[in-house]
C-alpha cells in the first residue's frame, strides 16, 4: 500500500504523482558481494538439515510489518514549511510544503519528525538536514553493524547537529536548528527518542499517553516548582527551547533525550506530532479522529488543525502493526 496526497488545494484530496517524496535506496550489497553469499552457503543445522532432507523448507521467521500514515501541512498563517519528516528512506522534498503519505513497510522501521526553527536562521534546511542524516542511521540499523540502538542514535544526533552547525556557519547565520521526535521499531522493540518539543504519544486500549517530555524553560521552571504545569503549558516559556539539534554551538556533546524502550502490543499504535498538532487539538480530540477515520487518520488530523487555525506547520505520522 502506498498512496501520497496533495494537500495545496483547498479539498486537500488531489491525487499527485509522488515526486513530493524524496526516497533514498537503503545501501545493497555490490554484485560481487551478492555473488559471493549466493555462492557461500553455511552448513545447515541438524534440524534444518533434516526438514530439507524429508522436502520441507526450514520455517522462515515472522516478517514485523507497520503501516504508517504521513500528513505535513504549512498551516494558514506561514509561508513556509519548516518542518519534515522520516520514514526509513523517505522524508519531504524542500520545494513541496504540503504532503500526505502512507505506506506499509517492514521493520526494521525508523518514523521520526522534525520541526525547524529559525526563520532567517533556515530552520527548513535545519529540518531537511535532520531528515536526511536519520536515513543514514536507517541504513545502520537495517545492515546490522552490531551497535546498540542507544549508541546508534547518539551517533545520530551528533552528527546530525554538527552538520547544522556547518550549515548555519556557510551561511552565516549563529542560531537556528530543529526538533526531533522519532522512534526505531525492531525485533518487536520500541525505542522512543526526542530533542525539543515535537512528542511522541502512545495510544491503546486504555488511552493515550505522552511518552516523550518536552525540553522547554516551561518545562524546567515547572519541575523547580515556578510553574505548574497549567502555567507551563500556557507560558511564553513553553516556546523556548532548552534542546535541539544544532543547539551544541562548540560541538561539545549533545546528548539525545531516551526513554524506556518497551515491547510492542497488538493494539499499539505510536503519533509523532509537532507541536502545530498538539497546540490545536487536545488528546481527546486527537483519539476521536484517530478512530473516526482508520483509512487516513493523519490527513484527518491536519484537517482538523487547520479547521482550528492552522498557525503554525503541522507534520503527524501515525504507525500500527499489519498483523
Known amino acids: 500500500m502506498e498512496k501520497i496526497v496533495n494537500l495545496e488545494n483547498e479539498t486537500l484530496e488531489k491525487e499527485i504523482s509522488g515526486n513530493e517524496i524524496q526516497e533514498d535506496p537503503a545501501t545493497e550489497p555490490a554484485p560481487a558481494e551478492a555473488e559471493n553469499e549466493a555462492a557461500e552457503e553455511a552448513p545447515a543445522a541438524p534440524a534444518e538439515a533434516e526438514n530439507e532432507a524429508a522436502g520441507e523448507a526450514p520455517a522462515a521467521a515472522p516478517t514485523e510489518r507497520y503501516r ?12 513556509d514549511n519548516e518542518d519534515n519528516f522520516t520514514i526509513n528512506t523517505a522524508s ?4 513541496f510544503k504540503n504532503v500526505s503519505y502512507a505506506s506499509e513497510v517492514e521493520a526494521p522501521l525508523l518514523a ?6 529559525g526563520g532567517e536562521s533556515k530552520g527548513d534546511y535545519a529540518s531537511y538536514i535532520s531528515a536526511k542524516t536519520a536515513k543514514r542511521l536507517y541504513t545502520s540499523l537495517k545492515e546490522g553493524d552490531g551497535a546498540p540502538v542507544a549508541e546508534q542514535i547518539a551517533q545520530y544526533v551528533q552528527n546530525a547537529n554538527d552538520q547544522i552547525r556547518d550549515f548555519l556557519e556557510e551561511n552565516n547565520c549563529r542560531s537556528g536548528g530543529s526538533t526531533v521526535c522519532a522512534v526505531i521499531i525492531r525485533d518487536g ?3 522512543p527518542f526526542s530533542l525539543g518539543d515535537s512528542r511522541i504519544y502512545l ?14 524553560l516551561a518545562m524546567k521552571k515547572y519541575e523547580a516548582n515556578i510553574y505548574t504545569l497549567e502555567e507551563a503549558e500556557n507560558s511564553v516559556d513553553s516556546h523556548k527551547l532548552t534542546a535541539f539539534l544544532g543547539v551544541d554551538y562548540y560541538r561539545e556533546g549533545l546528548a539525545p533525550q531516551l526513554y524506556d524502550t518497551f515491547a510492542w502490543q497488538p493494539q499499539d499504535r505510536i503519533l509523532l506530532c509537532s507541536d502545530g498538532l498538539y497546540g490545536e487539538l487536545t488528546n481527546d480530540v486527537i483519539q476521536s479522529i484517530i478512530r473516526e477515520y482508520p483509512d ?7 484537517r482538523a488543525a487547520l479547521k482550528n487555525g492552522g498557525r503554525d506547520n503541522v507534520t503527524c505520522v501515525l504507525i500500527e502493526r499489519v498483523e
Open 68 to 79: 504508517v500514515f504521513l500528513t505535513t501541512h504549512k498551516g494558514l498563517v506561514r509561508d
Open 92 to 95: 519531504r522534498k524542500l520545494e
Open 112 to 117: 521520526a519528525v522534525f520541526d525547524g526553527m
Open 189 to 191: 522493540v520500541v525505542y
Open 203 to 216: 495510544l491503546d486500549p486504555d488511552g493515550m499517553v505522552q511518552l516523550s517530555k518536552d525540553q522547554t
Open 296 to 302: 487516513n487518520p493523519t490527513l484527518e488530523l491536519v
